[in-house]
């Protein structure tokens, strides 16, 4: 069976679109982001970078450009190749989080990045991607074991325990909850027990909880979350600021451009807390259309999700339900975040934050999601066989 990219043609010649209502969510989060990153970073760049105010947007539409190019090719490749080449990946993934910790770049007293060159490398956001591929396929090998024998739920767990502890040794607490939640929502939908799912959840809600306040800096921002006002000028500062952000806001906004945080007031206006500004220039209705687009964006995830389910065609089930969890946990912690309802973590917003990585990432995710919807409809249309779109990988792997 030969696989293409291009449109795919049934007997009475209609062509068979990606899924339009995704792509045009995504294109409409990349083109407020680059919008949002223009007006967030060119006071900041001007001041760091002598004069040179769009140091940041050219390197934006440079990540844009290489996100899309590298989404082309993901989106001509069959799904059977990640099922495939799932565990390779995780491994490869763990190797690079330890290479992380030796021989990593600290930013902002985290050891989160590796240099190669000019680049650099977030490893944290690659095991988010990777992590989704090989639950996924875990779900397709042991369904029964998942489902009918507490081992089967335990060893999962053993692995997400150790990417864990490699990203709070960064430390990454924010990536470490997205990779756990997401886990734990594809687990739950594999099949696994209520009972276990529960248990599991209070247990890792506490060992988090413990974890949170075992370190004064992280004791200290759970005591700033709960009330920022109490040190504005200190700890406080970054959420008090987002917090004014969102209130000079209001309803309607100040107006593109017209946001007073970004000028040196917020830090990390342009990555970690866009989202700030957004509500500050757009106001609650630019709040309210971005939250919209990230649950049709989720929707659309489940509804491909349960289309491939009902095909029998289980592994491209589960990889689009777990994008879609990953990408719309991420942007609700992240909002959740600059609006002061959670603890500050450092957490991008997907598709409009600042960051090559984190949109290459989450571009390479939204392309598998459109690569599954394609099959989907290739199978529906007969062009394509449940066996030729999915493959049998359950013998002889304990993965």
Sequence with gaps: MSY???????????????DRTLVAVVIILMATGLIMVTSSSMHYAQ???SGHSYHFVNRHIVYLLITLSVSIFVLSQPIIKWQKYGTYLLVLGLLLLVLVLLTGRSVNGSIRVLALGPLTLQVSELIKLFVVVYIAGYLVRRTDELQTQLKGFIKPLGVLALISGLLLLEPDFGATVVVLSTSLAMLFLGGARLWQFIGLTIGVGGTL??????????????????DPWSDPFGSGYQLTQSLIAFGRGSVFGQGLGNSLQKLSYLPEAHTDFVFAVLAEELGL????????????LFFRAMKIGRVALLQQRAYSAYLAYGIGFWLTFQALINIGVTSGALPTKGLTLPFISYGGNSLLVCGIAIAILLRVDFENKLVDRKLLSVKDSELDISGGNNG
């Design 47 to 49: 001041n760091i970078f």
């Design 209 to 226: 909880a413990v974890i949170a306040v075992s370190q004064p800096y992280r004791m200290q921002r759970l005591l700033t979350f709960l």
């Design 4 to 18: 293409s990219m291009s449109l795919s043609k049934n007997v009475s010649g209609q062509p068979i679109w990606y």
């Design 285 to 296: 209705i630019g709040v309210f259309i971005i939250m919209v687009l990230f649950f049709i």
